[in-house]
Each structure stands twice: as structure tokens, then as C-alpha cells.
């Protein structure tokens, strides 16, 4: 009698552990220029707490903006607030990553191909980044406080997997451009959210 308590007790609480697993759900979509449809690949979605900073979701490696091709890449990357960004140089020339932005200004100096610098990102905000080097070369932080974030990829499209169930603000960030829409997260599934941008944005 005693070991069938056991076992209904055990599977009890393996269903609440199940269960509370299944709390969240994702949210996809495509981003687009408004009127004309054409795909928007350069664009940042998050979802956040209105005055809740969600600052748990520390990703376990550090963030990485290669230096390749003289070009930044990602040239948008969106990380949560305490996150270290690495910036290795795997070009044949050599790079000096520096910025001026107020959430923060960092100077990494000038190094070599092959190898690699890091910062650290831990006020909120948007971060410029250029190469001392080469003018041409710009590229965007956005230093996030949460960490259900995506870019949308060449065909526009965007998910953020795994958001706790909950009511967020949606912020989709386009070449500096930012709008705001409420959204629902249910307890589970997928939520399809086709965002446009107006153009020249
Ligand atoms: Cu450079």
C-alpha cells in the first residue's frame, strides 16, 4: 500500500514538472515593408514586461560579432543586458572596434587577424559599433532587458521560441525605427505575427 502512495505521489509530481514545462509557447512571423512587400532582413523583434525586467537567460557563451570580409557579422545582434560580446577578427587585416554610444563606450584597440576581443554590455540600449580602420564598417547592438529576442532572417522571418505564457510588449527595431504592439502569449502553441515597416525605415 505504502509503495502505491509512492508511485502516485512520484507521477504526480512528474506531471506538474510536465506541465509547467508546457507554459510557454512561441511567437513567429514576417516582417515586411509596408505597401510593397518586399522582405525586411534587417530587423530586430523582442518581447518584454512592461516594468519587469526579465534579466535571467544569461546564455551560457558569450555572444560573437565576427570581423569578416570587412564587414561586421551579425551587423545586427540583439543580447540581454550582462552579456559579454566576443569580436574576433577573421580577416587577413587588422580591425580597432570602438564605440561612442552611452550604454557604452568601448575602444578594443587595434589587433590582428586571427584574433579576438570581448565587452561586456550592462545598460540597456541601442550600441553603434564602428572600425577605427575602415569608416565604412558599422554594425548595432541592442543591448535588450530580455532575453526572447530574434533578427528576422533573409526571407523576413522571425521566431522567438520558449516565452513563459503571459501579456508582453512587442518591439520589432528597424534601422533605428521602433514599434511597440501588445501581444498575448497563450500557455502553449504558436502565435503568427506578420509585423510591416513603413518604408525607408
Ligand atoms: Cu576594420
Redesign the pocket.
Given at each position: 500500500m505504502k509503495k502505491r502512495w509512492v508511485s502516485i505521489c512520484l507521477g504526480l509530481w512528474l506531471l506538474c514538472i510536465w506541465s509547467n514545462g508546457l507554459q510557454a509557447a512561441t511567437i513567429t512571423g514576417r516582417v515586411v515593408e509596408a505597401g510593397k512587400g518586399s522582405v525586411i532582413d534587417d530587423a530586430a523583434i523582442w518581447v518584454e514586461k512592461m516594468g519587469e525586467p526579465m534579466t535571467s537567460g544569461l546564455p551560457t557563451k558569450p555572444a560573437q560579432m565576427k570581423?569578416k570580409n570587412?564587414s561586421f557579422s551579425p551587423s545586427l545582434l540583439p543580447i540581454l543586458v550582462g552579456a559579454t560580446v566576443e569580436f574576433p577578427n577573421e580577416?587577413t587585416?587588422?580591425?580597432?572596434?570602438y564605440s561612442f554610444s552611452k550604454p557604452k563606450r568601448f575602444d578594443l584597440g587595434l589587433y590582428k587577424p586571427g584574433e579576438s576581443r570581448s565587452a561586456l554590455f550592462d545598460k540597456t540600449g541601442v550600441v553603434k559599433v564602428f572600425?577605427?580602420?575602415?569608416d565604412f564598417?558599422t554594425a548595432t547592438i541592442l543591448v535588450l532587458s530580455s532575453p526572447y529576442f530574434a533578427t528576422t532572417n533573409e526571407k523576413g522571418n522571425y521566431t522567438i521560441a520558449d516565452i513563459p505564457a503571459g501579456t508582453y510588449r512587442l518591439q520589432l527595431w528597424h534601422a533605428g525605427g521602433v514599434q511597440t504592439k501588445e501581444v498575448e502569449i497563450p500557455a502553449s502553441g504558436t502565435v503568427h505575427l506578420d509585423l510591416d515597416v513603413s518604408a525607408g525605415k
Open positions: 570581423q570587412l580577416d587585416v587588422y580591425h580597432h572596434i572600425c577605427n580602420i575602415h564598417m
